[in-house]
């Protein structure tokens, strides 16, 4: 890790609108509300940290700067999910903890330290049906392919690597996707929606339209509230907050170029009509609000080689968890770890050609997951992806491009590509129509070759099976690069430091700040280093309940240094293990 990824104080974090924390008396501060747990952002950990807290007996409220839902609203809904789920054993799937561990551990490598991986797998399965206990069906089938994304009517897939990793551990599909209406299966509010429902069901108070802007301290410095701006106005004002907020996270997914003009729209009426506020927490606040992908000048900065990529989130990701974090004394880091996503499967036969940068040479197994392919693709081949298909998998792959096995929106986005893919007689021809290095390509597809008939391992680990030999011309190229046909799309890694068993943010001195967690896309998590499709959401309900439930604790005066862990950052830094062992405390 170098030190640009790392945020200790406001000034590294632009753009957040975030102020430096306020030290106040809370004895002659003017509330206007006062709870044992307020929760900052109402999206998968936002929700799940106020559902637990709840449950746990607390008085709770959720702040979110619009109506909440947030890029979990707009998500895909999967969540990863193992170790025997309700779903997968309807479905006659096998799986054990152990297995997703194992898997998940060569994926995320060092995200979070092993133990808290282990606990994330072992309580999978169980938190998977306290989220069906809190409303959220699945009903569809299994999707026994691998695909980056099943059909309508399927709720379980798999959603990652495992069948290519399948001697290092049992593969078992483990991306559950929501229903949605009429058993349609898939998309952000089948899962965000029932959430919301039963925790306003169960007494959350929601606390709409406002922004926390900044934390306020108690003397020692524990954080004991929050100080925000919230829209006030008449109904006309509040109507259009709503509208202009909802086009403006929808648009960024479907059309990113009008999302800017609704944003102006929404940072005018919020300039116009806001009102300062404070609430009081008397436990804790959980701090929930996503990444930073939407934030100009912090992806300038820190995630300069995805520029030209999608940037994959709603409105609110601009970072400001972050910032109230490290206003009182967090640290912001792995800011310039990214995901990005570049599908090509369906069709199901691309993954067999040979993708290959201008260089002409391979970098990657091309029936890894989506974002594996894209991440290699930006963090080390200048965003340059050409796949190279000869005449019969090009005809096999158009002749299996259709509905039955592919959505719409993908269907109509790789039917693009194929109409638009070069063709040429040769090799050397279709390298210099793509400026691909016409000797090395030659060399490339050579190679590949010698393995897809199995005379030599593949060079990249791929497998046989998953090979076709690039022999019969015509060939074909099909641009696959950053801004060229189908989209990569790219979201934030990076968060605080939090205390991996309490998800209480650490100090510089890797010691709790009293009264302050954070959790989703706002944390570092098991999501943090890599990502396969549902690890977010999972991340976020896992190290939500987290932050929820010690947030109680510390509201009800629970003694739980027993239950701290060193975050990975700590256990991994150069320092000698008498000075981690100094810092290892996260103790309150
Ligand atoms: C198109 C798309 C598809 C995706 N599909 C999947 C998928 O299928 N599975 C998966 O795991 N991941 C998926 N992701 C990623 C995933 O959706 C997010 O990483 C995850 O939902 C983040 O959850 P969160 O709770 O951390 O934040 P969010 O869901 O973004 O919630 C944060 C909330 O905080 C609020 N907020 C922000 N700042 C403030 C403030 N200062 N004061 C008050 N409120 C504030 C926001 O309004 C928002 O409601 C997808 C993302 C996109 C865009």
Request: proline share 3%.
């Amino acid at each position: 890790m170098t030190n640009d990824t790392v945020a200790t104080s406001l000034k590294d974090l632009p753009g957040t609108s975030v102020d430096e924390a306020l030290v106040i008396d809370e004895a002659t501060t003017q509330w206007q509300g006062e709870f044992d747990v307020i929760v900052v952002g109402l999206g998968a950990a936002g929700v799940t940290a106020a559902l637990e807290a709840k449950e746990s007996g607390a008085n709770v409220a959720f702040i979110d700067r619009f109506e909440g839902g947030g890029t979990t609203a707009r998500s895909g809904s999967v969540i990863y999910a193992g170790g025997g789920t309700v779903l997968q054993k309807r479905l006659g799937v096998e799986d054990d903890a152990d297995s997703m561990f194992r898997y998940l551990r060569n994926e995320v490598q060092e995200a979070v330290t092993p133990e808290t991986l282990q606990q994330f797998c072992d309580d999978s399965a169980d938190s998977f049906s306290w989220l069906t206990s809190n409303g959220i069906q699945y009903s569809g089938a299994l999707f026994p392919k691998k695909t980056s994304y099943p059909v309508h009517g399927n709720s379980l897939y798999y959603s990652g690597n495992e069948l290519a990793h399948a001697e290092e551990a049992r593969p078992a599909p483990r991306g559950h996707l929501a229903d949605g209406i009429k058993s349609f299966t898939a998309f952000g509010p089948a899962f965000i929606a029932p959430l919301i429902k039963s925790a306003l069901k169960k007494g959350v108070v929601p606390i709409r339209k406002t922004r926390v802007s900044r934390l306020l301290v108690n003397e020692a410095g524990d954080v004991v509230g929050v100080e925000a701006q919230q829209v006030q106005g008449n109904a006309l004002t509040l109507f259009q907050h709503k509208f202009w907020s909802t086009l403006a996270s929808y648009s960024q997914i479907y059309y990113a170029p009008a999302a800017k003009g609704f944003r102006l729209k929404l940072a005018l009426i919020e300039k116009k009509s806001c009102k300062t506020v404070r609430y009081r927490a008397k436990g804790g606040v959980v701090l929930a609000t996503g990444g930073y992908i939407l934030n100009k000048e912090m992806t300038e900065k820190y995630l300069p080689k995805y520029k030209r990529a999608m940037k994959l989130g709603t409105t609110g990701d601009v970072g400001s968890g972050m910032a109230l974090g490290v206003s009182a004394g967090g640290i912001a880091e792995r800011l310039s770890t990214a995901t990005a996503w570049r599908f090509i499967n369906p069709p199901v036969d691309w993954p067999k050609a040979a993708l290959v940068n201008l260089k002409g040479e391979r970098y990657v197994n091309e029936a890894l997951y989506g974002a594996t392919i894209g991440t290699k693709m930006m963090e080390e081949n200048n965003g340059e992806a050409v796949l190279i298909l000869d005449k019969k998998l090009y005809d096999d792959s158009v002749a299996n491009l259709n509905l039955k096995n592919s959505r719409f929106v993908t269907w109509a986005q790789a039917k693009g590509a194929v109409r638009m893919a070069r063709t040429a007689e040769t090799l050397d021809v279709l390298a210099a129509k793509c400026k691909i290095d016409p000797q090395q390509l030659a060399k490339t597809v050579e190679q590949y070759n010698t393995a897809a008939r199995g005379e030599s391992a593949d060079v990249l680990g791929k497998k046989q099976e998953d090979m076709r030999e690039l022999t019969t011309g015509p060939f074909y190229a099909i641009n696959m690069s950053v801004g060229k046909g189908d989209i990569t799309s790219v979201i934030s890694l990076g968060g605080l430091r939090v205390c991996e068993g309490t998800g209480a943010v650490l100090n510089a001195d890797g010691k709790s700040i009293n009264g302050l967690f954070a959790a989703g896309r706002t944390a570092i998590g098991v999501a943090s280093n890599a990502y396969v499709s549902g690890l977010s959401i999972a991340d976020g309900v896992f190290s939500g309940r987290r932050a929820g439930k010690y947030a109680v604790k510390r509201a009800k005066g629970e003694e739980f240094t027993g239950d701290q862990r060193t975050p990975m950052a700590l256990k991994s830094s150069s320092k000698s293990d008498a000075s981690v062992s100094e810092l290892a405390g996260c103790d309150s």
